[in-house]
């Protein structure tokens, strides 16, 4: 597997392009609002777009290099061997689903394209549609179609942006699980942009989390999503509670922190002044009710709370369930719905919870914000 290294510049209309990446194994998610230059960054390695410099390498080939001194590469596209996913899938609407897939095959034998063709549309959960025209499928057929042809010239990358927008829930579900068998099967490094939190969360393996043209934070999935390295990519990476606090101490390796009327015990992160200003940053997923008969675990022991339960907003999945502490600040929890309904709570009932140890994070106060939009 091919490793690809990124490192360009490219000034553009409202921001300057700085990528600095290196990848090779598994999806690697693109992360970040809209307009932030993640589309562009995919469009550089693809060689749709030319950085003002840098380098673009994938294995032992240079696709891109303008470094002051040498002598300029710029691999056309073409010859890139890439495969590069549309939001639209940009199917061919004259062709079918067969002929786009076989479109890209490099073979003069018909039949044999027809058979590599044929197998990643059946892959792709396609081979009764194989005769059917982009207009004749839904936008998800269309969606896997396009994935199919992407892999059909055997690319050494593969490049997918926004694959999953506009689809709903099932049908986005279902190719998210998909796409990640057919990467592990045919071995082929990813690289996938989205804005959507939950496609990074089921589908990456690591993530780059990007900020006006810039990566902010790169690690394995779990690292950038459970441990972001200042509070505002903490409120971009997911839903948060925030409490203002300040720094009362430390103790075998946990900081102390008073916040909300209480003191929080929080894993120790970076280094803290006593009397420091900061936020405690609470991932909404990691509030947890404790029921009166239950034996607290050492992962739920370090901050439990009395509380009141003031709001329950119920969704498919899960409930949104708003808590007040004595101090009459709220923590809001997602608690999944069957879970909610054995607690037997309703809204105005007393209640114990509590956060787990890696769900709950401290940074000073000028880490909270992010670039502007």
């Given at each position: 597997?091919?490793?690809?290294?990124?490192?360009?510049?490219?000034?553009?209309?409202?921001?300057?392009?700085?990528?600095?990446?290196?990848?090779?194994?598994?999806?690697?998610?693109?992360?970040?609002?809209?307009?932030?230059?993640?589309?562009?960054?995919?469009?550089?390695?693809?060689?749709?777009?030319?950085?003002?410099?840098?380098?673009?390498?994938?294995?032992?080939?240079?696709?891109?290099?303008?470094v002051?001194?040498?002598k300029?590469?710029?691999?056309?596209?073409?010859?890139?061997?890439?495969?590069?996913?549309?939001?639209?899938?940009?199917?061919?609407?004259?062709?079918?689903?067969?002929?786009?897939?076989?479109?890209?095959?490099?073979?003069?034998?018909?039949?044999?394209?027809?058979?590599?063709?044929?197998?990643?549309?059946?892959?792709?959960?396609?081979?009764?549609l194989?005769?059917?025209?982009?207009?004749?499928?839904?936008?998800?057929q269309?969606?896997?179609?396009?994935?199919?042809?992407?892999?059909?010239?055997?690319?050494?990358?593969?490049?997918?942006?926004?694959?999953?927008?506009?689809?709903?829930?099932?049908?986005?579900?279902?190719l998210m699980?998909?796409?990640t068998?057919?990467?592990?099967?045919?071995?082929?490094?990813?690289?996938?942009?989205?804005?959507?939190?939950?496609?990074?969360a089921?589908?990456?393996?690591?993530?780059?989390?990007?900020?006006?043209?810039?990566?902010?934070?790169?690690?394995?999935?779990?690292?950038?999503?459970?441990?972001?390295?200042?509070g505002?990519?903490?409120?971009?990476?997911?839903?948060?509670?925030?409490?203002?606090?300040?720094?009362?101490?430390?103790?075998?390796?946990?900081?102390?922190?008073?916040?909300?009327?209480?003191?929080?015990?929080?894993?120790?992160?970076?280094?803290?002044?006593?009397?420091q200003?900061?936020?405690?940053?609470?991932?909404?997923?990691?509030?947890?009710?404790?029921?009166p008969?239950m034996?607290?675990?050492?992962?739920?022991?370090?901050?439990?709370?009395?509380?009141?339960?003031?709001?329950v907003?119920?969704?498919?999945?899960?409930?949104?369930?708003?808590?007040?502490?004595?101090?009459?600040?709220?923590?809001?929890?997602?608690?999944?719905?069957?879970?909610?309904?054995?607690?037997?709570?309703?809204?105005?009932d007393?209640?114990?919870?509590?956060?787990?140890?890696?769900?709950i994070?401290?940074?000073?106060?000028?880490?909270?914000?992010?670039?502007?939009?």
């Amino acid at each position: 597997m091919e490793i690809l290294k990124i490192q360009i510049k490219r000034e553009l209309s409202s921001f300057r392009l700085r990528i600095d990446l290196e990848t090779g194994r598994g999806i690697h998610v693109l992360f970040g609002r809209s307009g932030v230059g993640k589309t562009q960054t995919l469009e550089c390695v693809a060689g749709l777009s030319r950085p003002d410099s840098g380098l673009i390498s994938l294995g032992d080939r240079i696709l891109f290099k303008a470094v002051d001194g040498e002598k300029t590469v710029n691999v056309p596209p073409r010859n890139r061997r890439i495969g590069y996913v549309f939001q639209d899938g940009a199917l061919f609407p004259h062709k079918t689903l067969l002929e786009n897939v076989m479109y890209p095959i490099r073979t003069s034998q018909k039949g044999a394209a027809r058979e590599v063709a044929t197998g990643l549309l059946s892959e792709m959960g396609l081979r009764l549609l194989v005769d059917r025209y982009p207009l004749e499928v839904s936008g998800g057929q269309k969606r896997r179609a396009a994935i199919a042809r992407a892999l059909a010239s055997e690319p050494a990358l593969l490049l997918l942006d926004e694959p999953f927008v506009h689809l709903d829930r099932i049908v986005r579900s279902k190719l998210m699980d998909d796409l990640t068998h057919l990467v592990e099967e045919h071995q082929v490094p990813a690289i996938l942009v989205t804005h959507d939190l939950d496609v990074a969360a089921t589908v990456a393996n690591t993530i780059s989390v990007m900020e006006g043209g810039e990566i902010i934070q790169s690690g394995s999935r779990d690292e950038v999503l459970f441990r972001p390295v200042t509070g505002g990519l903490a409120r971009l990476l997911g839903d948060v509670n925030i409490l203002k606090g300040e720094v009362a101490g430390e103790s075998s390796g946990v900081w102390k922190v008073t916040a909300a009327d209480a003191v929080w015990s929080i894993p120790h992160l970076g280094s803290l002044q006593i009397g420091q200003e900061v936020e405690v940053v609470i991932r909404t997923g990691s509030v947890k009710i404790i029921k009166p008969d239950m034996e607290v675990p050492a992962s739920l022991s370090l901050n439990v709370r009395s509380a009141r339960v003031a709001m329950v907003d119920r969704r498919p999945d899960f409930y949104w369930v708003q808590f007040t502490l004595h101090s009459g600040a709220t923590i809001t929890g997602q608690v999944p719905s069957d879970t909610f309904r054995r607690t037997g709570l309703n809204e105005g009932d007393p209640c114990t919870i509590s956060v787990t140890a890696d769900g709950i994070s401290l940074f000073p106060l000028d880490s909270s914000t992010l670039g502007g939009d």
